[in-house]
């Protein structure tokens, strides 16, 4: 049956995988497109992706998303994209104190780029310091036992200014957006009344003020919310959060530090070049992560404070490995106050694949695209096809990405498997009662 590109689609969170739906919505044609986000302004706070910068990088050791991640940068790299996209590189490495499993994890990256046709003339090993400093000539840190490898088809892109520019360019081609706490916010979804299920459809929306809104299709980007609005994917898909940090700098040290590439040491964490316009540096530890998980449905969700208020804090075995990290590379910084300190979250699934299907027992009119596991924001030029073929088509046809019925509560391993996680997820009250140790102590 041919598509009919008049029909009403819903399309609720205008976070990075929303804005690039609706995008790619309009490109194909699509004249109805109406966007619900609960925040009031779009970047919005809500979102994973609201933030300084994200890594874009098509190292994988699975071909599978390479080849997917490797479109995407093509993407980045035209006039749409490009403001935001910066080629900077990227060093993969692990230090002396790293554990084996991430040992293991550089190797298979750097065998997956090395002989890779499109990668190998921008790869550079690097072995010691010395090969390190070669590098980053403005760290006069040890570096100790460093070991990895520059990838120059990689580096960043800044993440909160992307959704802006799509935002702008969006509204001014007719996308309708309905933003804030009551209109924007979707507490409930509408179905048809019937008793056979085959026949159930999603109908529209319920907001927050209580109006409703109908429409034929309706795609849900809610990024660590989506069981909130489909419980059933509470199985297979957990809230999960990261840690964030920054470091203020003097323009003279932005400056300086103009140009690095990405740093991604593997058993500390990763660090961009500052931020020009705010004179930040970012840094984000790396770990397993934290879920929020509720005894009595086994369903981890973002607490809900963390829609009023930033938690301001990072823990403090965080805080630990980004200044060790420091003191290896950037000394002179490493016992500067952090700043802009929050818990972001994300939506994990156990074996980092995403979801992208129809919801089952809804036939064609409920969408779903979650599961993002914390490596979904360098996909954004791209997620919105996804979604067009998978209206055309009807069905999902990668076996990876479709609805994944769980018995009980599935996501229980919460992902500590995938090789590029180091560490053992916790929960996030553990780290509260960390946190209020460490307080006591210092008083
Ligand atoms: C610390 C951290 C580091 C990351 N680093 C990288 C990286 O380096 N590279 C990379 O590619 N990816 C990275 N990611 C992942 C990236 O941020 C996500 O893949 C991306 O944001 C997923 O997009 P999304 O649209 O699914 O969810 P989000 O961007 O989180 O958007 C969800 C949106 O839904 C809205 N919403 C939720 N519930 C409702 C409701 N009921 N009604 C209306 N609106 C609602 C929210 O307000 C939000 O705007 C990182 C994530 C984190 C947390």
């Known amino acids: 049956m041919a598509l ?137 840190g040890p570096m100790t036992g460093f070991n990895g490898y520059l990838n120059r088809l990689a580096g960043y892109a800044h993440s909160s200014n992307t959704m802006a520019d799509i935002y702008r360019h969006l509204s001014g081609r007719g996308i309708k957006f309905v933003l804030g706490p009551k209109e924007g916010e979707v507490v409930k979804l509408l179905y048809s009344t019937t008793r056979d299920l085959a026949q159930r459809r999603c109908t529209g929306v319920q907001l927050q003020s209580g109006k409703v809104y109908q429409a034929r299709r309706t795609i849900l980007c809610l990024g660590a919310w989506a069981s909130t609005l489909i419980p059933d994917i509470g199985s297979f898909v957990v809230a999960k959060c990261w840690s964030v940090a920054h470091v203020r700098l003097t323009e003279r040290e932005c400056d300086y530090l103009r140009g690095i590439p990405v740093l991604n040491v593997r058993d500390l964490g990763f660090f961009f070049e500052p931020d020009p316009a705010t004179k930040l540096l970012k840094l984000c530890p790396l770990g397993a992560g934290y879920v929020n998980t509720d005894k009595s449905t086994g369903t981890s969700l973002p607490p809900s404070e963390s829609l009023e208020t930033p938690t301001n804090y990072i823990p403090a075995s965080d805080e630990e490995k980004l200044r060790r990290l420091l003191r290896e590379t950037l000394p002179w910084l490493a016992d500067r106050p952090f700043v802009e300190q929050k818990m972001c979250w994300f939506a994990d699934t156990s074996d980092s694949d995403y979801c992208v299907d129809f919801v089952p027992n809804t036939g064609d009119s409920l969408v779903v695209l979650s599961g993002d596991s914390g490596h979904g924001f360098k996909m954004m030029p791209i997620v919105g096809e996804w979604v067009v073929r998978l209206l055309a088509d009807g069905k999902q046809d990668l076996s990876r990405w479709r609805w994944k019925q769980v018995e009980g509560n599935g996501g229980k391993e919460w992902g500590d498997d995938v090789s590029w996680r180091i560490g053992t997820t916790k929960e996030i009250d553990e780290i509260a009662e960390e946190q209020d140790r460490m307080m006591k102590a210092r008083l």
Do not use: M
């Not at 009403?8 to 690039?20: D, F, H, I, R």
């Not at 991640?69 to 060093?91: D, S």
């Not at 190797?107 to 780029?113: E, H, I, M, N």
């Open 4 to 140: 009919d590109r008049t029909e009403s689609v819903t399309v609720v969170g205008a976070g990075a995988w929303g804005l690039s739906t609706a995008l790619h919505l309009i490109n194909a044609g699509y004249t109805d497109v109406t966007v619900f986000d609960r925040a009031s302004e779009i970047p919005s706070p809500y979102s994973g992706a609201y933030d300084l910068n994200k890594i874009i990088r098509a190292e994988y050791e699975d071909d599978f998303y390479t080849e997917f991640a490797l479109e995407a940068i093509k993407r980045w790299k035209t006039p749409f994209w490009g403001a935001n996209f910066h080629q900077v590189g990227y060093v993969l490495a692990t230090s002396s104190a790293a554990p084996e499993k991430a040992v293991n994890h550089l190797q298979k990256a750097l065998l997956s780029v090395k002989d890779h046709p499109v990668f190998a003339p921008g790869i550079v090993p690097l072995s010691g310091h010395d090969d390190f400093r070669n590098i980053y000539w403005q760290f006069p």
